[in-house]
């Protein structure tokens, strides 16, 4: 009676299905191989794939075969805006990226190209934005109470396209309380502590790439007065902020450049430093915007970037197409 049951079970089975009773089995091991890596996390050795017998760069080659093609225009990928809120704590998914707009589909990663195993998965997706104009998006943020910490999502640290990132937006808003009666001397001298607070965040998220190619501050400037009143600051205002970027941040920007190797002359003549610089907006909450552009080439970097949009609250809005960011499935907060 056994028999019959089991031999009447495989029967249905293959007449519910395309293929053999067989190639059902493979099938459905093969995912049920994949939910597993992703629900208990494992090492991405735990499943075996016949390419992994290969050596790395066999693999690789093998890759070179089955990516898209890039000849000249490196595909533009965008990660997700990284909030300064996105905290410790918190299961966010480290592997989203999005696609420029003007990505073809031709040149867009194969979906089923990441199911193969999780190692390949992760080989390929390195192999991918190695040869990608890859934007790292973050948020770098003050308080009121502590002008001199900006804060960022320690997630971006743990992102796995981080070392190949060639582009970095950064958006900061920056908080500031003073006195009607300040001298300048000593208002300068606060300019320069919260400058030199904001490099030291942006040498900790820099510091695990390889050198980069440009770097955009769109910076918020969220002044008040100690009694609430909103501080607008004056183009006069601007120009010595302005001059305190120059005097003090200048240089370790220009240091972390990517050097171009498609001249001889060092440094680069197309490399610099830019600035846009916008007062009050009226009807806003800010108090003054300034973008600074750090660049490998600058003339195309600021003729590139689209003019940005302040909404009422004095943010910025942003243009880019980005992914939006979301939690580990099935992990709880």
């Given at each position: 009676m056994a028999m019959v049951q089991r031999w009447s079970e495989n029967k249905k089975l293959s007449i519910t299905s395309n293929g053999s009773f067989e190639e059902l089995y493979a099938s459905r091991q093969s995912q049920l191989?994949?939910?597993?890596?992703?629900l208990l996390?494992?090492?991405?050795?735990?499943?075996?794939?016949?390419?992994?017998?290969?050596?790395?760069?066999?693999?690789?080659?093998?890759?070179?075969?089955?990516?898209?093609?890039?000849v000249e225009i490196r595909p533009e990928l965008h990660t997700c805006l990284w909030g300064a809120?996105?905290?410790?704590?918190?299961?966010?998914?480290?592997?989203i990226f999005g696609y420029g707009s003007s990505v073809a589909n031709e040149r867009r990663l194969q979906p089923k190209l990441l199911l193969i195993?999780?190692?390949?998965?992760?080989?390929?997706?390195?192999?991918?934005?190695?040869?990608?104009?890859?934007?790292?998006?973050?948020e770098l943020r003050n308080t009121r109470l502590n002008n001199n910490l900006f804060e960022f999502s320690p997630h971006i640290?743990?992102?796995?396209?981080l070392k190949h990132v060639t582009h970095i937006r950064f958006y900061v808003e920056w908080n500031y309380g003073t006195a009607k009666d300040i001298?300048?001397?000593?208002?300068?001298?606060?300019?320069?502590?919260?400058?030199?607070?904001?490099l030291e965040a942006v040498d900790i998220?820099?510091?695990?790439?390889?050198?980069?190619?440009?770097?955009?501050?769109?910076?918020?400037?969220?002044?008040?007065?100690?009694?609430?009143?909103?501080?607008?600051?004056s183009m006069e205002d601007m120009f010595a902020l302005e001059d305190v970027f120059k005097r003090y941040a200048e240089q370790r920007w220009l240091q972390i450049l990517r050097k171009n190797k498609s001249t001889v002359t060092s440094p680069n003549p197309s490399v610099?430093?830019?600035?846009?610089?916008?007062?009050?907006?009226?009807?806003?909450?800010?108090?003054?915007?300034?973008?600074i552009f750090v660049s490998q080439d600058l003339d195309l970097a600021m003729t590139t970037r689209r003019e940005s949009n302040v909404d009422f609250y004095g943010h910025y809005g942003i243009s880019d197409p980005l992914p939006q960011p979301c939690y580990r499935h099935g992990v709880m907060i």
């Amino acid at each position: 009676m056994a028999m019959v049951q089991r031999w009447s079970e495989n029967k249905k089975l293959s007449i519910t299905s395309n293929g053999s009773f067989e190639e059902l089995y493979a099938s459905r091991q093969s995912q049920l191989f994949r939910d597993l890596e992703v629900l208990l996390e494992l090492k991405p050795s735990t499943f075996s794939s016949s390419l992994l017998a290969l050596p790395r760069e066999i693999r690789d080659r093998v890759f070179d075969y089955v990516l898209p093609d890039i000849v000249e225009i490196r595909p533009e990928l965008h990660t997700c805006l990284w909030g300064a809120d996105m905290v410790h704590g918190e299961p966010w998914r480290h592997d989203i990226f999005g696609y420029g707009s003007s990505v073809a589909n031709e040149r867009r990663l194969q979906p089923k190209l990441l199911l193969i195993n999780k190692q390949i998965r992760e080989e390929l997706l390195q192999n991918y934005f190695r040869r990608s104009k890859l934007t790292l998006h973050a948020e770098l943020r003050n308080t009121r109470l502590n002008n001199n910490l900006f804060e960022f999502s320690p997630h971006i640290l743990q992102l796995p396209m981080l070392k190949h990132v060639t582009h970095i937006r950064f958006y900061v808003e920056w908080n500031y309380g003073t006195a009607k009666d300040i001298a300048k001397e000593a208002q300068l001298k606060d300019q320069v502590r919260m400058t030199s607070s904001l490099l030291e965040a942006v040498d900790i998220i820099i510091a695990p790439l390889q050198p980069i190619e440009t770097v955009e501050l769109s910076i918020l400037f969220f002044w008040k007065y100690r009694s609430g009143k909103m501080y607008s600051l004056s183009m006069e205002d601007m120009f010595a902020l302005e001059d305190v970027f120059k005097r003090y941040a200048e240089q370790r920007w220009l240091q972390i450049l990517r050097k171009n190797k498609s001249t001889v002359t060092s440094p680069n003549p197309s490399v610099g430093v830019g600035y846009k610089l916008s007062s009050e907006k009226k009807g806003t909450e800010q108090s003054g915007g300034m973008e600074i552009f750090v660049s490998q080439d600058l003339d195309l970097a600021m003729t590139t970037r689209r003019e940005s949009n302040v909404d009422f609250y004095g943010h910025y809005g942003i243009s880019d197409p980005l992914p939006q960011p979301c939690y580990r499935h099935g992990v709880m907060i």
